[in-house]
């Protein structure tokens, strides 16, 4: 199975819903989305379709077991069956959300997603990479459920807060270090519709090749096995994070052409100057091993899989032993104090 | 994939569990089972491999949204990777739990299976289907989710209590009623690890033919669209309300020879006599319309796939409206009323 790519605009979205195959909508959708699009988004009018809709909280807050148990429960009470659809509308919170509990309402039913987010147009959803926070870290408990379609309205963004446009960018720059000819999209300053839609078809291809993330599919976690630590330590922003991420490697492993070229790259897409949230303080290294440790993307208790380059468009994976992780972060402790970008 | 299923004994079963491949063994056992069988099953001295135990809570409490987040949150905090293995050890509801806990726990690892429940041995885990149940009803969150392997060892039998005994053989008379060739072994009185072994390969057979539950895999479901109802109301065994729920699917269809080869098997396997938990009072057909509603075998809003036999080993599905179900029971409900099995 392989996800359906639609570029539309907002308002053929109802006649697009419409054309489902079941009698049946789930829709969850993020209830800020639902007040600034209410008129666009009217589901009363569906035609032949029954529709029942759950506003979910913001952002993360949606990805708890709590969420999970209200809003299954309040499916399940209302007479669902196995031929529903769901479709999420929202940021990748609200996906990751929604694409679990299609994935276990009555051991799974199909379900779309409309991104409303940079983020989620170019990150979520392909490869159906679904799943919920525990105590314990993000991503911990979940499944691979591939949506049916993806529907892009590139015109939410019109409405997108600018801390979110930022998170955004900063995938956009990963799948820029990650593939040269989106780097030279960003490079030569091309329409964003353009950038996102080669980010999207990057992940299809890399997901058709590895769809149980077993081999290239790790590429796409450039930046994040630090960027999951620092998003929760410091609170900011996923984008933020990953390119933050991405830095430590390249500073760990030495590569100022690396680190030049993310600069760039941030520039012609008009992010930053972004300084760390650390500034003139210590890496708190120790915080980071603890979510480290928690990384799923560890595959053996002393190592973890770092996604570094060769050079912008080639990435490899390599296998590293924590404490040499430790070790090197240690090692340019002063340059990570200090550094803007 | 498919699940091997190995026969073996209690003392064999330490050199299996250290075969397998992995450096990390999770494992979710009743209880009970590990009380009874402390020293047999002692897991501290498996070489290579770092063990992590989840004693599971009783039965059915075990499938709740409250259990799944102490047991994720239990293993995620103790330093686990995707590469672990786990063992679940138990009846039905601890596979059931396990099975999801293993499908969604980073998002999916493997896991194997040790059924201590005649009910297990025969019902559970072939298939993949696992899952805990919502408020609102039983099973109604899951995924398919194959064991590796399941491991078979009668001699758990030995200490199973009657009434689990019951319900295990409930679930056997089932396969009796949809194979031809069970209900010969029942009738000729065959050893039950034989008869076992049959509804095993029964089930892997309609399994393999039909994993998404689409086709033939509903064959398996014979009884259950009124049983899950009546174990629900009357707090009844699974295998006791299977049985029931059954012989008022012959009696709303006016079959009285199926209702009579029931009974013959029943007498064979040494069950019975058995009377129905309402007997002397009326059917409570609007609660039993309450589950009925629930249930994740509906496939349309109106109608039902309920599970008949042309004779004894060919079974077909019958979709039936809701409507008419409630009709047939009250037409019969003289019938429904007082008898016994």
Aim: charged share 30%; aromatic share 8%.
């Amino acid at each position: 199975m392989s996800t359906e790519i639609l570029s539309l605009k907002i308002d053929e979205l109802h006649g697009e819903l419409e054309k489902i195959e079941t009698d049946l909508l789930l829709i969850v959708i993020d209830h800020k989305v639902l007040a600034l699009y209410d008129k666009e988004l009217d589901f009363s009018t569906i035609k032949n379709k029954k529709v029942i809709i759950w506003k979910a909280t913001d952002g993360e807050k949606t990805k708890s077991l709590a969420e999970y148990e209200a809003c299954t429960d309040y499916f399940l009470s209302r007479d669902i069956h196995r031929r529903a659809h769901l479709v999420a509308i929202g940021g990748g919170a609200i996906s990751d959300f929604s694409g679990f509990v299609a994935a276990t309402l009555l051991r799974g039913i199909s379900w779309s997603v409309i991104p409303t987010t940079l983020l989620s147009m170019v990150d979520a959803s392909i490869g159906g990479k679904v799943g919920i926070n525990s105590k314990q870290g993000k991503n911990l408990l979940g499944v691979f459920h591939e949506p049916t379609k993806i529907y892009l309205c590139e015109s939410f963004l019109k409405t997108l807060p600018a801390v979110e446009l930022i998170s955004g960018k900063g995938e956009v720059l990963k799948y820029g270090l990650l593939s040269k000819e989106i780097e030279e999209l960003i490079l030569k300053k091309a329409p964003l519709a353009e950038i996102i839609s080669a980010c999207i078809d990057y992940k299809k291809m890399i997901v058709l090749k590895d769809l149980k993330e077993a081999g290239e599919r790790k590429f796409l976690n450039l930046g994040h096995s630090f960027g999951h630590g620092l998003e929760r330590i410091y609170q900011i922003s996923h984008g933020e994070a990953v390119i933050l991420g991405t830095f430590l490697i390249f500073l760990m492993n030495d590569r100022k052409d690396l680190i030049l070229a993310l600069k760039e790259l941030m520039r012609k897409i008009e992010l930053g100057p972004l300084q760390s949230p650390w500034r003139g303080k210590s890496l708190p290294v120790d915080d980071l091993l603890y979510y480290l440790n928690k990384d799923k993307k560890k595959t053996e208790n002393d190592r973890l899989d770092l996604i570094l380059l060769e050079k912008v468009g080639s990435p490899f994976i390599q296998s590293t032993e924590i404490k040499k992780i430790m070790g090197l972060l240690e090692e340019r402790k002063d340059d990570i104090k200090n550094f803007s970008l």
